[in-house]
Nanobody, 120 residues
Framework: QVQLVESGGGLVQAGGSLRLSCAAS????????MGWYRQAPGKQRDLVAT???????NYADSVKGRFTISRDNAKNTVTLQMNSLKPEDTAVYYC??????????????WGQGTQVTVSS
């Protein structure tokens, strides 16, 4: 079983940057897809970005060109670099592991979430 712990959230001014990190208690080498999701108050949890074990990435349209996802299998970490932040990026950000990479939510592991607040 993989346990995920997020860190790096906080308060930042619009236009600023934050880097979120996800530390896994177990190896992520065998996990095909790692990702970041976010959930704003009163909203559903939405995909932000994913990365495969081979390094292929996918981003939500709302963050393309601003956010970058990466993974270090040797260190069992996943990172989300967030630049040019906007108030609408304010949300709780969750690290996700999808071992099979099929997108089935019942196969997902989740972190506890970290709060990101962007002030205008």
């Amino acid at each position: 079983q993989v346990q995920l712990v997020e860190s790096g959230g906080g308060l930042v001014q619009a236009g600023g940057s934050l880097r979120l990190s996800c530390a896994a208690s177990g190896s992520i080498f065998s996990i095909n897809v790692m990702g970041w999701y976010r959930q704003a108050p009163g909203k559903q949890r939405d995909l932000v970005a994913t990365i495969t074990s081979g390094g292929s990435t996918n981003y939500a349209d709302s963050v393309k060109g601003r956010f970058t996802i990466s993974r270090d299998n040797a260190k069992n970490t996943v990172t989300l670099q967030m630049n040019s932040l906007k108030p609408e990026d304010t949300a709780v950000y969750y690290c996700n592991a999808d071992r099979n990479g099929l997108g089935y939510i019942w196969d997902f592991y989740w972190g506890q979430g970290t709060q990101v607040t962007v002030s205008s």
